[in-house]
């Protein structure tokens, strides 16, 4: 049973509107979320990520929500741009008393047309 | 740079070869994990290495045997894989009780 879901494979957005990727979790013990993006033949590079204790964590374009009572957050970009077309997963982790694990999602390929 | 290297990046082998993963960081982390990553799916958590020591082995056939002699080399062991073995294979690393992982380029394995 898939733990972390992103619903939608694909989103296509025009260049300078808005991006918004979702993210649903089953998990109530999830405590620390993140976005990775990846490109083709390379592999995830982290994003930005946000802490149970936020609802809204910033870093440029990019804004994540976190809504814990929907156990879902959201990943807004805005302006989008052509470079930001990549796949992007969302991931959770608690402390599970060892070394963190990330559960990720499958994925959303977002494209951004010129 | 990633500060995470995987060799090799393309693999194609039979069902019946032995061959080996690598992936070495340079980022003095303690952790290191190998993650699974088919088409259309999640990344999948394999193993996860702590201070050396393995404390996930999350359900993985033993045709896969990891191996970690120090806190910075970590290897997949494969042999007589399947063709659904194939996939990327993604090795990251984190410092201890952090919670971001650095990726490395992973390893496109193909089983004939």
């Known amino acids: 049973d898939q733990q972390v879901k992103q619903n939608s494979p694909s989103l296509s957005v025009q260049e300078g509107r808005i991006s918004i990727l979702n993210c649903d979790y089953t998990n109530s013990m999830f405590d620390y979320f993140l976005w990775y993006k990846k490109y083709p033949a390379e592999g995830p590079t982290f994003l930005i990520s946000i802490s149970s204790i936020k609802d809204k964590n910033e870093d440029g374009r990019f804004t994540v929500f976190l809504n814990k009572s929907a156990k879902h957050l959201s990943l807004h970009i805005v302006p989008s741009q052509p470079g930001d077309s990549a796949v992007y997963f969302c991931a959770a982790s608690f402390d599970s008393g060892s070394a963190r694990q990330l559960t990720f999602g499958s994925g959303t390929q977002l494209t951004v047309l010129p | 740079e990633t500060g995470v290297t995987q060799t090799p990046r393309h693999l194609v082998m039979g069902m019946t070869n032995k061959k080996s993963l690598k992936c070495e960081q340079h980022?003095?982390?303690?952790?290191m994990y190998w993650y699974k990553q088919s088409a259309k799916k999640p990344l999948e958590l394999m193993f996860v290495?702590?201070?050396?020591?393995?404390?996930e082995n999350n359900s993985v056939p033993s045709r896969f045997s990891p191996e970690c002699p120090n806190s910075s080399h970590l290897f997949l062991h494969l042999h007589t894989l399947q063709p659904e073995d194939s996939a990327l294979y993604l090795c990251?690393?984190?410092?201890?009780?952090?919670?971001?992982?650095?990726f490395g380029s992973g390893t496109r394995l193909t089983v004939v």
């Open positions: 980022l003095g982390h303690n952790a």
């Open positions: 290495y702590n201070f050396k020591e393995q404390t």
């Open positions: 990251a690393s984190s410092p201890d009780s952090n919670y971001g992982y650095t």
